[in-house]
Protein backbone atom coordinates (compact mmCIF):
# COMPACT_ATOMS: atom_id res chain seq x y z
CA UNK A 1 0.00 0.00 0.00
CA UNK A 2 2.71 2.26 0.69
CA UNK A 3 4.41 1.84 -2.94
CA UNK A 4 1.08 2.49 -4.05
CA UNK A 5 0.94 5.48 -2.11
CA UNK A 6 4.28 6.41 -3.37
CA UNK A 7 3.63 6.13 -6.94
CA UNK A 8 0.48 7.92 -6.69
CA UNK A 9 2.30 10.83 -5.11
CA UNK A 10 4.58 10.56 -7.98
CA UNK A 11 2.20 10.83 -10.41
CA UNK A 12 0.47 13.38 -9.46
CA UNK A 13 3.61 15.49 -8.81
CA UNK A 14 4.40 15.13 -12.72
CA UNK A 15 1.05 16.35 -13.63
CA UNK A 16 0.92 19.62 -11.53
CA UNK A 17 4.61 19.98 -12.96
CA UNK A 18 3.64 19.62 -16.15
CA UNK A 19 1.07 21.96 -15.84
CA UNK A 20 2.90 24.57 -14.22
CA UNK A 21 5.18 24.48 -17.15
CA UNK A 22 2.22 23.99 -19.30
CA UNK A 23 1.13 27.61 -17.27
CA UNK A 24 4.34 29.59 -17.32
CA UNK A 25 4.99 28.34 -21.52
CA UNK A 26 2.55 30.77 -22.35
CA UNK A 27 3.44 34.06 -20.59
CA UNK A 28 3.98 35.90 -23.77
CA UNK A 29 1.00 35.33 -24.93
CA UNK A 30 -0.50 38.02 -23.24
CA UNK A 31 0.68 41.55 -24.23
CA UNK A 32 -0.71 45.19 -24.05
CA UNK A 33 -0.57 47.81 -26.36
CA UNK A 34 -1.86 51.23 -25.48
CA UNK A 35 -3.35 50.09 -22.20
CA UNK A 36 -5.01 47.78 -24.13
CA UNK A 37 -4.57 43.42 -23.08
CA UNK A 38 -4.58 41.55 -26.13
CA UNK A 39 -4.57 38.01 -24.93
CA UNK A 40 -2.97 35.49 -28.08
CA UNK A 41 -5.04 31.67 -27.52
CA UNK A 42 -3.11 28.99 -30.14
CA UNK A 43 -3.79 25.08 -30.15
CA UNK A 44 -6.76 23.02 -29.55
CA UNK A 45 -10.05 24.54 -28.36
CA UNK A 46 -9.43 23.48 -24.61
CA UNK A 47 -5.53 24.37 -25.04
CA UNK A 48 -6.78 27.81 -25.59
CA UNK A 49 -9.66 27.56 -22.79
CA UNK A 50 -6.78 26.97 -20.79
CA UNK A 51 -4.52 29.76 -21.72
CA UNK A 52 -7.47 31.91 -21.35
CA UNK A 53 -8.31 30.87 -17.90
CA UNK A 54 -4.55 30.59 -16.29
CA UNK A 55 -3.57 33.81 -17.99
CA UNK A 56 -6.90 35.76 -16.99
CA UNK A 57 -7.46 34.05 -14.17
CA UNK A 58 -8.55 36.64 -11.49
CA UNK A 59 -10.01 38.71 -14.35
CA UNK A 60 -12.07 35.72 -15.69
CA UNK A 61 -13.11 35.04 -12.07
CA UNK A 62 -14.63 38.66 -11.88
CA UNK A 63 -16.71 38.58 -14.77
CA UNK A 64 -18.00 35.66 -14.25
CA UNK A 65 -19.51 36.86 -10.62
CA UNK A 66 -20.58 39.93 -12.45
CA UNK A 67 -22.87 38.63 -15.35
CA UNK A 68 -24.16 36.14 -12.19
CA UNK A 69 -24.76 39.25 -10.27
CA UNK A 70 -26.41 41.35 -13.23
CA UNK A 71 -28.68 38.37 -13.91
CA UNK A 72 -29.66 38.57 -10.68
CA UNK A 73 -30.63 42.49 -10.75
CA UNK A 74 -33.21 41.19 -13.32
CA UNK A 75 -34.51 38.59 -10.86
CA UNK A 76 -33.15 35.69 -12.75
CA UNK A 77 -31.06 32.79 -10.58
CA UNK A 78 -28.17 30.83 -11.21
CA UNK A 79 -30.18 27.90 -11.74
CA UNK A 80 -32.92 29.51 -14.01
CA UNK A 81 -29.56 30.02 -16.66
CA UNK A 82 -28.44 26.54 -15.78
CA UNK A 83 -31.03 25.34 -17.26
CA UNK A 84 -30.95 27.15 -20.25
CA UNK A 85 -27.88 25.97 -20.25
CA UNK A 86 -28.67 22.34 -20.02
CA UNK A 87 -31.25 23.14 -22.94
CA UNK A 88 -28.96 24.12 -25.34
CA UNK A 89 -25.70 22.42 -23.96
CA UNK A 90 -26.41 19.28 -26.76
CA UNK A 91 -26.39 21.71 -29.59
CA UNK A 92 -23.22 23.80 -28.78
CA UNK A 93 -20.10 22.02 -30.78
CA UNK A 94 -18.19 19.60 -29.24
CA UNK A 95 -15.08 21.95 -29.66
CA UNK A 96 -17.04 25.05 -27.75
CA UNK A 97 -17.46 22.83 -24.64
CA UNK A 98 -13.92 21.74 -24.61
CA UNK A 99 -12.93 25.15 -23.99
CA UNK A 100 -15.20 25.98 -21.51
CA UNK A 101 -13.95 23.23 -19.90
CA UNK A 102 -10.24 24.32 -20.20
CA UNK A 103 -11.12 28.09 -19.08
CA UNK A 104 -12.90 27.07 -15.79
CA UNK A 105 -9.55 24.65 -15.32
CA UNK A 106 -7.22 27.19 -16.28
CA UNK A 107 -9.20 29.59 -13.93
CA UNK A 108 -9.91 27.98 -11.12
CA UNK A 109 -13.43 27.48 -11.34
CA UNK A 110 -16.52 25.42 -12.10
CA UNK A 111 -17.68 24.36 -15.43
CA UNK A 112 -21.15 25.02 -14.67
CA UNK A 113 -20.25 28.87 -13.71
CA UNK A 114 -18.23 29.12 -17.02
CA UNK A 115 -21.45 28.36 -18.52
CA UNK A 116 -24.08 30.49 -16.74
CA UNK A 117 -21.21 33.33 -17.37
CA UNK A 118 -21.71 32.43 -20.94
CA UNK A 119 -25.07 31.97 -21.27
CA UNK A 120 -26.11 35.02 -20.02
CA UNK A 121 -26.64 37.28 -22.89
CA UNK A 122 -30.36 38.91 -23.15
CA UNK A 123 -29.78 42.54 -22.83
CA UNK A 124 -27.69 43.37 -26.35
CA UNK A 125 -29.24 46.50 -27.73
CA UNK A 126 -26.20 48.00 -30.10
CA UNK A 127 -26.01 49.14 -33.59
CA UNK A 128 -23.70 48.40 -36.71
CA UNK A 129 -23.97 48.92 -40.62
CA UNK A 130 -21.24 47.45 -43.11
CA UNK A 131 -20.04 50.23 -46.62
CA UNK A 132 -18.52 49.31 -49.44
CA UNK A 133 -18.04 50.01 -52.80
CA UNK A 134 -19.79 53.62 -53.94
CA UNK A 135 -20.35 54.75 -50.16
CA UNK A 136 -16.81 53.94 -49.20
CA UNK A 137 -13.94 56.43 -49.95
CA UNK A 138 -11.57 53.61 -51.80
CA UNK A 139 -14.51 51.25 -52.12
CA UNK A 140 -13.09 48.64 -49.78
CA UNK A 141 -15.95 47.50 -47.41
CA UNK A 142 -15.98 48.44 -43.86
CA UNK A 143 -18.11 47.33 -41.00
CA UNK A 144 -18.85 49.09 -38.17
CA UNK A 145 -19.90 47.71 -34.69
CA UNK A 146 -21.13 49.27 -31.56
CA UNK A 147 -21.87 46.73 -28.41
CA UNK A 148 -24.65 49.09 -26.20
CA UNK A 149 -24.62 47.08 -22.96
CA UNK A 150 -24.80 49.08 -19.48
CA UNK A 151 -22.03 49.85 -17.97
CA UNK A 152 -23.23 48.84 -13.83
CA UNK A 153 -22.69 44.86 -14.53
CA UNK A 154 -20.04 44.85 -11.48
CA UNK A 155 -18.00 41.46 -9.19
CA UNK A 156 -19.68 42.35 -6.07
CA UNK A 157 -16.29 41.04 -4.60
CA UNK A 158 -14.20 43.31 -6.00
CA UNK A 159 -16.39 46.42 -7.47
CA UNK A 160 -14.82 45.70 -10.82
CA UNK A 161 -17.08 46.21 -14.31
CA UNK A 162 -16.72 44.04 -16.87
CA UNK A 163 -15.28 46.86 -19.80
CA UNK A 164 -12.31 47.20 -16.87
CA UNK A 165 -11.57 43.58 -17.90
CA UNK A 166 -12.11 44.22 -21.35
CA UNK A 167 -9.64 42.36 -24.24
CA UNK A 168 -8.76 41.98 -27.72
CA UNK A 169 -8.80 38.03 -28.05
CA UNK A 170 -6.23 36.83 -31.24
CA UNK A 171 -7.33 33.11 -31.59
CA UNK A 172 -5.31 30.56 -33.75
CA UNK A 173 -7.52 27.65 -33.24
CA UNK A 174 -5.26 24.27 -34.60
CA UNK A 175 -8.81 23.45 -36.85
CA UNK A 176 -10.25 26.91 -37.39
CA UNK A 177 -9.36 30.28 -38.84
CA UNK A 178 -7.56 33.09 -37.34
CA UNK A 179 -9.28 35.97 -35.77
CA UNK A 180 -9.71 39.20 -34.05
CA UNK A 181 -12.46 39.52 -31.72
CA UNK A 182 -13.24 42.81 -28.89
CA UNK A 183 -14.35 40.86 -25.70
CA UNK A 184 -14.18 40.49 -22.13
CA UNK A 185 -12.58 37.67 -19.57
CA UNK A 186 -14.08 34.53 -19.10
CA UNK A 187 -16.38 35.07 -22.62
CA UNK A 188 -15.59 31.70 -24.97
CA UNK A 189 -18.58 32.87 -27.50
CA UNK A 190 -17.99 35.57 -29.70
CA UNK A 191 -19.77 39.77 -29.46
CA UNK A 192 -18.38 39.99 -33.21
CA UNK A 193 -15.08 40.51 -34.96
CA UNK A 194 -12.97 39.63 -37.79
CA UNK A 195 -11.38 36.64 -39.92
CA UNK A 196 -8.23 36.06 -41.73
CA UNK A 197 -10.81 35.16 -44.58
CA UNK A 198 -12.17 38.83 -44.43
CA UNK A 199 -15.06 37.82 -42.89
CA UNK A 200 -16.59 40.86 -40.37
CA UNK A 201 -19.97 39.50 -38.01
CA UNK A 202 -21.88 41.50 -35.54
CA UNK A 203 -24.76 40.86 -33.75
CA UNK A 204 -27.86 43.29 -32.36
CA UNK A 205 -30.80 42.29 -30.11
CA UNK A 206 -34.19 42.23 -32.10
CA UNK A 207 -36.85 40.96 -29.83
CA UNK A 208 -39.42 38.81 -30.82
CA UNK A 209 -42.05 35.94 -29.85
CA UNK A 210 -40.57 33.13 -31.62
CA UNK A 211 -38.47 31.84 -29.62
CA UNK A 212 -36.62 29.08 -27.74
CA UNK A 213 -33.20 27.41 -26.58
CA UNK A 214 -33.06 24.07 -28.09
CA UNK A 215 -30.43 25.36 -30.33
CA UNK A 216 -26.53 27.08 -30.37
CA UNK A 217 -27.16 30.75 -28.86
CA UNK A 218 -25.90 33.05 -30.59
CA UNK A 219 -22.24 34.07 -28.97
CA UNK A 220 -21.33 30.47 -30.26
CA UNK A 221 -22.99 30.83 -33.91
CA UNK A 222 -20.70 34.13 -34.04
CA UNK A 223 -17.90 32.15 -33.08
CA UNK A 224 -18.31 29.22 -34.94
CA UNK A 225 -18.62 31.71 -38.06
CA UNK A 226 -14.89 33.30 -37.25
CA UNK A 227 -13.74 30.01 -36.68
CA UNK A 228 -14.74 27.86 -39.55
CA UNK A 229 -16.51 30.48 -42.20
CA UNK A 230 -14.51 31.06 -45.52
CA UNK A 231 -16.71 32.55 -47.62
CA UNK A 232 -19.74 34.86 -47.01
CA UNK A 233 -22.38 31.62 -47.67
CA UNK A 234 -20.25 29.94 -45.10
CA UNK A 235 -21.14 32.36 -42.76
CA UNK A 236 -25.16 32.73 -43.41
CA UNK A 237 -25.31 29.33 -43.54
CA UNK A 238 -24.12 29.07 -39.90
CA UNK A 239 -25.78 31.85 -38.68
CA UNK A 240 -29.19 31.06 -39.70
CA UNK A 241 -29.05 27.28 -38.71
CA UNK A 242 -29.94 25.93 -35.51
CA UNK A 243 -31.67 29.07 -34.87
CA UNK A 244 -32.82 29.90 -30.87
CA UNK A 245 -33.65 33.60 -30.48
CA UNK A 246 -34.27 37.04 -32.07
CA UNK A 247 -31.40 38.50 -33.31
CA UNK A 248 -30.15 40.99 -36.27
CA UNK A 249 -26.89 40.20 -37.46
CA UNK A 250 -24.57 42.10 -40.13
CA UNK A 251 -22.15 40.05 -42.35
CA UNK A 252 -19.78 40.94 -44.43
CA UNK A 253 -17.08 39.56 -47.25
CA UNK A 254 -14.33 42.34 -48.03
CA UNK A 255 -12.71 39.70 -50.46
CA UNK A 256 -16.09 40.45 -52.70
CA UNK A 257 -16.87 42.73 -51.49
CA UNK A 258 -20.37 42.90 -50.47
CA UNK A 259 -22.45 42.72 -46.53
CA UNK A 260 -25.42 41.46 -45.48
CA UNK A 261 -28.23 42.39 -43.21
CA UNK A 262 -29.52 38.85 -41.65
CA UNK A 263 -32.88 38.19 -39.53
CA UNK A 264 -33.50 35.30 -37.22
CA UNK A 265 -36.06 33.98 -34.98
CA UNK A 266 -36.80 30.19 -34.03
CA UNK A 267 -38.99 29.14 -37.28
CA UNK A 268 -38.00 32.75 -39.96
CA UNK A 269 -35.19 34.55 -41.19
CA UNK A 270 -34.47 36.70 -43.91
CA UNK A 271 -30.98 37.42 -45.59
CA UNK A 272 -31.03 40.75 -47.91
CA UNK A 273 -28.17 42.92 -48.92
CA UNK A 274 -28.69 46.81 -49.70
CA UNK A 275 -30.84 46.79 -52.75
CA UNK A 276 -33.13 43.95 -51.35
CA UNK A 277 -36.53 45.40 -51.90
CA UNK A 278 -37.21 44.61 -48.28
CA UNK A 279 -34.77 47.43 -47.02
CA UNK A 280 -36.83 50.12 -48.77
CA UNK A 281 -40.09 48.66 -46.84
CA UNK A 282 -41.53 51.78 -45.51
CA UNK A 283 -40.64 53.91 -43.76
CA UNK A 284 -37.38 52.25 -43.47
CA UNK A 285 -35.13 52.84 -46.65
CA UNK A 286 -31.96 52.09 -48.73
CA UNK A 287 -28.93 53.84 -48.77
CA UNK A 288 -26.29 53.02 -51.60
CA UNK A 289 -24.00 49.92 -51.00
CA UNK A 290 -25.19 50.07 -47.18
CA UNK A 291 -26.87 47.70 -44.95
CA UNK A 292 -27.48 48.84 -41.19
CA UNK A 293 -29.53 47.56 -38.78
CA UNK A 294 -30.32 48.90 -34.88
CA UNK A 295 -32.66 46.43 -32.75
CA UNK A 296 -35.87 46.55 -34.95
CA UNK A 297 -36.65 43.49 -37.78
CA UNK A 298 -37.39 45.08 -41.13
CA UNK A 299 -38.54 42.07 -42.59
CA UNK A 300 -42.69 41.48 -42.38
CA UNK A 301 -42.29 38.36 -41.44
CA UNK A 302 -39.97 38.70 -38.47
CA UNK A 303 -41.23 41.46 -37.66
CA UNK A 304 -44.92 40.12 -37.04
CA UNK A 305 -43.32 38.44 -34.43
CA UNK A 306 -41.48 41.02 -32.71
CA UNK A 307 -44.10 44.32 -32.77
CA UNK A 308 -48.60 43.97 -33.77
CA UNK A 309 -47.81 47.10 -35.65
CA UNK A 310 -45.58 47.09 -38.85
CA UNK A 311 -44.74 50.90 -38.77
CA UNK A 312 -42.96 52.09 -35.39
CA UNK A 313 -43.21 55.50 -35.58
CA UNK A 314 -46.05 55.59 -33.41
CA UNK A 315 -46.19 58.91 -31.67
CA UNK A 316 -42.64 58.44 -31.01
CA UNK A 317 -42.03 61.14 -28.15
CA UNK A 318 -44.78 59.62 -25.86
CA UNK A 319 -43.60 56.12 -26.35
CA UNK A 320 -40.73 56.71 -24.09
CA UNK A 321 -42.80 57.04 -21.35
CA UNK A 322 -45.57 54.51 -22.21
CA UNK A 323 -45.52 51.43 -23.67
CA UNK A 324 -46.98 52.15 -27.54
CA UNK A 325 -46.34 49.30 -29.96
CA UNK A 326 -44.03 47.10 -27.59
CA UNK A 327 -41.34 45.01 -29.04
CA UNK A 328 -42.50 41.29 -27.24
CA UNK A 329 -41.20 40.23 -24.05
CA UNK A 330 -38.58 43.57 -23.78
CA UNK A 331 -41.23 45.69 -23.60
CA UNK A 332 -39.58 48.06 -25.18
CA UNK A 333 -41.74 50.58 -27.49
CA UNK A 334 -40.46 50.18 -31.08
CA UNK A 335 -39.85 54.19 -31.51
CA UNK A 336 -36.89 53.78 -29.53
CA UNK A 337 -35.16 51.53 -31.93
CA UNK A 338 -36.57 53.14 -35.00
CA UNK A 339 -35.09 56.73 -33.37
CA UNK A 340 -31.45 54.90 -33.50
CA UNK A 341 -32.14 53.90 -36.92
CA UNK A 342 -33.58 57.04 -38.29
CA UNK A 343 -30.15 58.49 -36.86
CA UNK A 344 -27.66 55.81 -37.67
CA UNK A 345 -28.96 56.29 -41.29
CA UNK A 346 -28.80 60.01 -40.53
CA UNK A 347 -24.84 59.76 -39.88
CA UNK A 348 -24.25 57.53 -42.51
CA UNK A 349 -25.38 59.66 -45.26
CA UNK A 350 -23.44 62.62 -44.07
CA UNK A 351 -20.35 60.56 -44.93
CA UNK A 352 -21.85 58.83 -47.43
CA UNK A 353 -18.77 58.29 -50.20
CA UNK A 354 -16.23 58.88 -47.79
CA UNK A 355 -16.66 56.55 -45.27
CA UNK A 356 -13.51 55.04 -44.19
CA UNK A 357 -12.01 53.78 -40.92
CA UNK A 358 -12.00 56.87 -39.72
CA UNK A 359 -15.26 58.20 -40.74
CA UNK A 360 -17.01 55.41 -39.86
CA UNK A 361 -15.86 55.71 -36.33
CA UNK A 362 -16.51 59.72 -36.41
CA UNK A 363 -20.18 58.56 -37.56
CA UNK A 364 -20.28 56.07 -34.55
CA UNK A 365 -18.73 58.20 -31.78
CA UNK A 366 -21.10 61.72 -32.96
CA UNK A 367 -24.17 59.55 -32.90
CA UNK A 368 -23.75 58.75 -28.98
CA UNK A 369 -22.22 62.17 -28.11
CA UNK A 370 -25.86 63.66 -29.60
CA UNK A 371 -24.25 65.68 -32.74
CA UNK A 372 -26.65 63.96 -35.55
CA UNK A 373 -30.00 63.00 -33.96
CA UNK A 374 -31.84 65.46 -30.72
CA UNK A 375 -34.10 62.47 -30.34
CA UNK A 376 -31.22 59.79 -30.14
CA UNK A 377 -29.63 61.78 -27.41
CA UNK A 378 -32.01 62.40 -25.70
CA UNK A 379 -32.40 58.01 -25.36
CA UNK A 380 -28.74 58.38 -24.56
CA UNK A 381 -29.01 60.66 -21.86
CA UNK A 382 -31.96 58.95 -20.12
CA UNK A 383 -29.92 56.06 -19.76
CA UNK A 384 -31.27 53.95 -22.97
CA UNK A 385 -27.72 53.22 -24.22
CA UNK A 386 -24.36 52.98 -22.91
CA UNK A 387 -21.47 51.61 -25.01
CA UNK A 388 -18.81 49.45 -24.10
CA UNK A 389 -16.66 48.81 -27.08
CA UNK A 390 -17.14 50.50 -30.55
CA UNK A 391 -15.12 49.23 -33.58
CA UNK A 392 -14.71 50.02 -37.17
CA UNK A 393 -13.13 47.16 -39.31
CA UNK A 394 -11.83 46.80 -42.76
CA UNK A 395 -11.72 42.60 -43.14
CA UNK A 396 -10.11 42.99 -46.73
CA UNK A 397 -6.49 44.57 -44.92
CA UNK A 398 -7.33 43.18 -41.37
CA UNK A 399 -7.37 47.02 -39.85
CA UNK A 400 -9.23 47.96 -36.79
CA UNK A 401 -9.92 50.88 -34.75
CA UNK A 402 -11.78 50.29 -31.75
CA UNK A 403 -12.41 52.25 -28.03
CA UNK A 404 -13.36 50.67 -24.89
CA UNK A 405 -15.47 52.29 -22.00
CA UNK A 406 -13.75 52.25 -18.71
CA UNK A 407 -15.65 52.21 -15.42
CA UNK A 408 -17.02 55.46 -15.38
CA UNK A 409 -16.59 56.83 -19.72
CA UNK A 410 -18.36 55.08 -21.81
CA UNK A 411 -16.17 54.20 -25.17
CA UNK A 412 -17.58 57.22 -26.92
CA UNK A 413 -15.78 59.20 -24.90
CA UNK A 414 -12.20 57.14 -25.02
CA UNK A 415 -9.28 57.23 -27.10
CA UNK A 416 -9.17 55.12 -30.67
CA UNK A 417 -6.87 52.62 -30.78
CA UNK A 418 -6.03 51.02 -34.26
CA UNK A 419 -4.79 47.53 -34.55
CA UNK A 420 -4.34 44.92 -37.15
CA UNK A 421 -5.20 41.21 -37.23
CA UNK A 422 -2.19 40.38 -39.72
CA UNK A 423 0.17 42.02 -38.00
CA UNK A 424 -0.59 40.83 -34.54
CA UNK A 425 -0.49 37.03 -36.44
CA UNK A 426 2.95 37.73 -36.90
Not at 89 to 109: C, T, W
Not at 124 to 141: E, N, R, V, Y
Not at 170 to 176: D, H, K, L, Q
Amino acid sequence: MRGKNLISLILVSILFSSQVIKASSFKDQLEEQDGVKILHLKGSCYEMGYQHGSLLREECRENLRAFLNFAKYFGYSYDDFLKLWRKAEEYIPQEYREEMQGLADGAGVSFDDVAVGNIIVMLIHCSGFAAWGSATIDGKLYQLRSLDFPMFIKDPITGKSIQENSIIIIREPSNGFASLDPSFAGFIGSLGGINENCIAVEVLSSWSDDEQYNGIPMVFRQRMVLDHAASIEDAIDILTSNRTCGWNFIVSDGKIPIGYAVEVTANYSYVGTWNNTIESTYPFWVIDHVVRRTNIFIDSTTASTQRKRYDPRLFPILSLFININPLSWGMVPSSIPWIHYRALSEGIESKLGMLDLNSSMTVARELYQGKIDRFFSLLVELGFYSTLHQWVACPETGDILISFATRDKDAYENPVHHFNLFSLLK
